[in-house]
């Protein structure tokens, strides 16, 4: 089994594979691509095969790939191109991921490349909300980037650290690489139910003021002064 996995970790085939593997996963997460690059960035510490330059060349250009395809998808859809964004709820939903992508687009679509099912969802929501193209190809480039090298990262961690036998070292990291992405997963979900908290809180505070205010207000005295000035007449 070792000696078929490392014989497949330096045929020529692997880069393109990684790279098919890459591009679907940004608009069909049905393929386990982090899964692909730890496992190959590992053997590579351990084998030398496959190329590391290759692996990281290779996954960006099919991440970047895949992205603009979730966005452009999301583009030619609008916003309500779909029977399930054409409710109430769902109408909500993308305005106010339109309003998130504006404040700090950003930071959504860095820390969403690393979750998987996020980062389609926040990539065709750009789309949709006809976030500017040049603006999220640039963010996306970069979060490629510190996608790949994460990955590749976790791999070598774990390749040297096992350095004798190159199948535990990939499956080391792949073990690693799960339990970072659950961690940050939850830790997106925790820090967004915390912002909603606030928002309601926020919102429940400027309707109590708004009614406040409005039992409080006092009627303007011109209509009397028009009235006087009336009589006068």
Not at 26 to 40: D, H, N, Q, R, W
Request: net charge positive; proline share 4%.
């Amino acid at each position: 089994m070792s000696d078929l996995v490392m014989h497949a970790a330096s045929m020529w085939w692997i880069h393109p594979l990684l790279l098919l593997f890459c591009f679907i996963d940004g608009f069909l997460p049905i393929l386990p691509s982090e899964t692909l690059i730890v496992a190959l960035s590992a053997l590579s510490v351990s084998s030398g095969q496959p190329n590391l330059g290759f692996v990281a060349i290779a996954g960006f250009l099919g991440a970047v790939a895949g992205d603009q395809v979730a966005y452009r998808m999301g583009r030619a859809a609008g916003s309500s191109g779909f029977r399930w964004m054409q409710g109430a709820r769902a109408q909500a939903t993308l305005q106010w991921a339109r309003r998130e992508l504006d404040k700090r687009g950003a930071m959504l679509i860095l820390t969403a490349r690393y979750i998987p099912v996020g980062r389609v969802a926040v990539n065709f929501t750009a789309g949709a909300t006809r976030f500017p193209l040049r603006r999220f190809t640039v963010i996306d480039m970069v979060a490629c980037a510190t996608w790949i090298g994460y990955g590749i990262g976790i791999g070598i961690v774990a390749g040297a650290w096992v350095h004798e036998h190159p199948l535990l070292g990939a499956g080391l990291a792949i073990v690693i690489a799960i339990v970072i992405g659950f961690v940050i997963d939850h830790a997106m979900q925790w820090v967004s139910r915390v912002k909603a908290r606030r928002a309601e809180r926020h919102h429940g505070a400027t309707a109590t003021t708004a009614t406040t205010a409005a039992k409080l207000e006092i009627p303007s005295p011109e209509p009397v002064r028009q009235n006087a000035r009336s009589e006068n007449a």
